[in-house]
């Protein structure tokens, strides 16, 4: 069985990533990008050769060598290369579910749907003003403005909901960050029946496991994915948000409150004449685009299948 991890960016899943590779059954890399960037591309990512598998996965070291000369541009040869290395990786670790994470992959689960007709998908839901003050203090993503940030919350989360239950149906299923830290046995147990293995204890102690699937380079903002759980880690955003941000993302993310039930703030009242102006306007103008780009999306993964095929 192929497992796929996927949420809108700094919403928990690497942390979901290490709780679920500590089951006995279960094998995953370390975060590559590799299924988007390497095969759901026209371009040439050499930044996401094969061989960064081995830099991450030390223990692919005995993939045949002739598997590593296929040129990711190449679609049949780069998606054979991916399945084979995480059938290796399942193989090494004696599990029978190989999974991969990936957060902006959830704009590409038609396409994965299509490449692997019985894989699982978990999309993990954060509150999104906890979310967009992640992204303003992480490295990677603190130089972007924040209505960037809510639009990517905002279709993400459109997207992953819209195409994952149509397209895959009972093998698609959406948990929550906050359910996660406040009741983990409980939350991982439902993953786990949802993927058909038994709960282990194992999977509360992934602070070893979370070691080995973060690079150095990430432990500037995956930190606490290596120590214990912080149950009090939500509301976060209170008094740390600009009011108009806070009023934008509750407008434009209404679908992420219902999942997760989040209660609305009184952003939106108590702004200015101009500033709820503002934020109408803003608004109004992303959930336009937000059609607009789902439906490239969509059109561009049939494509490039069919184009690289």
């Known amino acids: 069985m192929k497992l796929f991890i996927v949420g809108v960016g700094r919403s928990g899943t690497s942390l979901l990533q290490s709780i679920l590779s500590s089951h006995s059954n279960i094998a995953m890399p370390p975060e590559t990008g590799f299924l988007r960037k390497g095969i759901f591309s026209f371009k040439r990512h050499e930044n996401i050769s094969y061989q960064k598998f081995t830099d991450l996965y030390p223990r692919l070291d005995r993939i045949p060598p002739a598997v590593f000369d ?37 704009e590409y689960i038609s396409g994965t749907a299509m490449l692997w ?29 924040s209505w960037y940030h809510i639009f990517a919350n905002y279709v993400q989360l459109k997207m992953g909901e819209w195409q994952g239950h149509k397209l895959t149906g009972k093998r698609y299923v959406t948990v929550t960050y906050e359910d996660l830290l406040a009741h983990p046995e409980e939350t991982i147990t439902q993953i786990c029946d949802f993927l058909g293995i038994e709960f282990e204890e194992s999977m509360l102690s992934f602070q070893k496991k979370a070691k080995e699937l973060i690079s150095d380079e990430e432990t500037l903002w995956k930190k606490e994915t290596m120590g214990p759980l912080l149950k009090n880690n939500t509301g976060k955003w209170k008094g740390k948000l600009e009011p108009w941000e806070v009023a ?54 049939k494509f490039i299948v069919w184009w690289k095929r």
């Open 70 to 106: 296929h040129h990711p541009g190449s679609f049949s040869n780069g998606f054979d290369f991916y399945r084979y290395t995480l059938r290796k990786i399942a193989s090494q670790e004696e599990a029978e579910i190989a999974g991969d994470k990936d957060p902006k992959l959830i």
């Open 117 to 145: 007709s019985e894989s699982k998908f978990i999309h993990l839901v954060r509150d999104p003003r906890d979310v967009l003050l992640s992204k303003k203090k992480a490295a990677w993503s603190k130089g972007k403005p």
């Open 248 to 301: 934008l993302t509750e407008q434009l993310c209404q679908q992420a409150f219902e999942i997760g039930r989040y209660q609305y703030s009184r952003a939106i009242k108590e702004l200015s004449f101009f500033d709820k102006l503002y934020v109408k306007s803003v608004s109004i103008m992303l959930k336009g685009f937000g059609y607009v780009y789902m439906g490239y999306r969509k059109f561009y993964q």
